[in-house]
């Protein structure tokens, strides 16, 4: 009974060290982004070397990226469009993928075969394969540079049809029944039954099409050309690259702006991405 | 790097679709004979159901399905991106890279190579890091905050990304240069080129894997590590000796994506080197990008997309196979 304490102390010990490795490690993954804060906050002259906390913190660089005209970069324009695209291609996703979904699970049609074909084949394609035909098909349907552009690529998202297949498999057959007898359609039990039911799975789906598409950056690079129709990403590419490559004050400030809106959605869907990022790992 | 997710679905869903179709396909005619008593199921055909599909089909048709088709057809033409197709050339435009004399050839194979160079970094470290942070986390309290701190970078785009390590890397003045006390031109030599693109990329992306892994962890019964404990194994011990062959195939997963995504390399080095020093950096998806985008080949950078997409097909079925194979054992 001697070696009690001795041991107690030891698992104490161990149990530590493991949370100062942790926390090391997590100060090294939050300490660029609290250096960005700071040069986002500096006078453009001070903003690489002004360190976490900025000796003269101003907001001076945001206001220079809100009044927009002012130094040639619409970023108000920029968020509008990406929040637009993104919001757009995640109902148009659900909705799709939901459908498609039930279908599958649901429903025996000609063809069934032929469709779960499809979805398959399509989650072995390589984008960089379909990004050159894919902008020439757009050009030649005069719809580069527009939200169509934008938006329409991403509704071809086999993730989801598979994601809420396997969701809608394990609804109870009793529940359609109950429907059925009452005289329901088949649009009507996926509207009443299914969707409700697959709300957390379709939520999901919702938050993750979102992210893509907000931080996605080929394919908007490519598909528009104009400034007004540049997504944030594009957007800061653009900006980074030309007019402020040597204004890191501007720079900052901008990145920091565009990652707000992903922000916001982390502190309020953070629970729905991380699950929807763990079921990746675990089915099958 | 931005298509992380995507990849990432569709891996999962490949093994999805693996575990779930002969199931879903004994699952159905049950049901039927307990709606519909007498009628052989599966014989009615519902052709309302092919209504609910329908837009999935279109979306596929116009964005993957046509695409696809198009893309090959154009590869085996002259297509100028102004002026459009400007005759046909065959295999030409595929031949021509396996030759070793032509421009295009040097170049896809110089690229092919400086991709390598990145994938052979950052897979082993997306995959070793998070699986060390993950059974840390797992040990350590709180590990619900942890795994947010540590997942946070990974919300953020690749472009915002490129342009804070692009910032950080500077070598007049750069914090990281500040932060070591050193003066290394970091993102104009190398190798430190693939150094600081690297560090980039794990930083940004770790937090994704170790999401996956972390759960991974989780399936495993609790009594499994305590069992451990008492056996006197230590904590090393029982990293190498229980969490690692437990998460195999969760692994596996990850080492897929990781492989996907790196192979799709883009946004940093196109922000924070420009694809330089030289042309050091330059990947694959860049020398596409060059080719359609900025000589306005289309045809013939079409054909080189093409030949990549089979290229890591390839590299990611014989991670599959070599990753069964172990895991039957």
Known sequence: MTTQPGRTWRRARKRLAVTVAVSVGA????????????????PSQQALTGGLLPGHPTLKNFSVLASGSASGVPVWRWLLNSILVSTAASVLVMVIDSLAAYGLARTRFPGRRLVFALVMASLVVPFIA???????????????DSYGALILPYTANAFGVFLLFQFFRQVP??????????GAGRLRIWWRIFVPIGAPAIATLGILTFMNVYNDFFWPLVATSSLNMRTITVGIAVTSISTYSTDYGL????????????????IFAQRRLVAGISMTGLQG | MSRLALAAGRVAAQRAAAAARPVGGRARPARGRGVR??????RRREWGGLLFVLPYVAAFAAFAGFPIGYGFYISLHHWNGIVGDQGFVGLSQYTQLFRANTLPAHDFWAAMRNT??????????LWAIPAVLAYLIYLAPAPGFFRSVYFFPTVFSATAVGSLWTVLFATQGGAVNGFFHVNVAWLTSQPWAWIALDAATVWWTLGFNLVIMYAGLTQLPGATFEAAAIDGAGKIRAFFKIALPQL?????????????????LFAQPYLMTGGGPGSSTTTLTMDIYNQAFSLLHMGSGTAMAFIMGAILALVVSVEYVFGARRWRQ
């Not at chain 1, 009793?174 to 009452?182: G, S, V, Y």
């Open chain 1, 27 to 42: 100060a090294a993954m939050v300490l660029p982004l609290l250096w960005l804060l700071g040069a986002a906050f500096s």
């Open chain 1, 130 to 144: 379909t990004l050159i035909p894919l902008y020439l098909e757009f050009d030649n349907l005069r719809l580069l």
């Open chain 1, 173 to 182: 057959v009793e529940l359609e029944q109950a429907a059925k007898l009452d």
């Open chain 1, 251 to 266: 720079l900052t400030a901008l990145t920091v702006f565009s990652a707000i809106p992903m922000v916001i959605a982390f």
């Open chain 2, 37 to 42: 008593p007498g009628r052989r199921p599966g």
């Open chain 2, 116 to 125: 390598l160079i990145f994938v052979a970094i950052s897979v082993p470290a």
């Open chain 2, 248 to 264: 195999r195939s969760v692994s596996l997963v990850v080492i897929v994506i990781a492989t996907i995504a790196s192979f799709n």
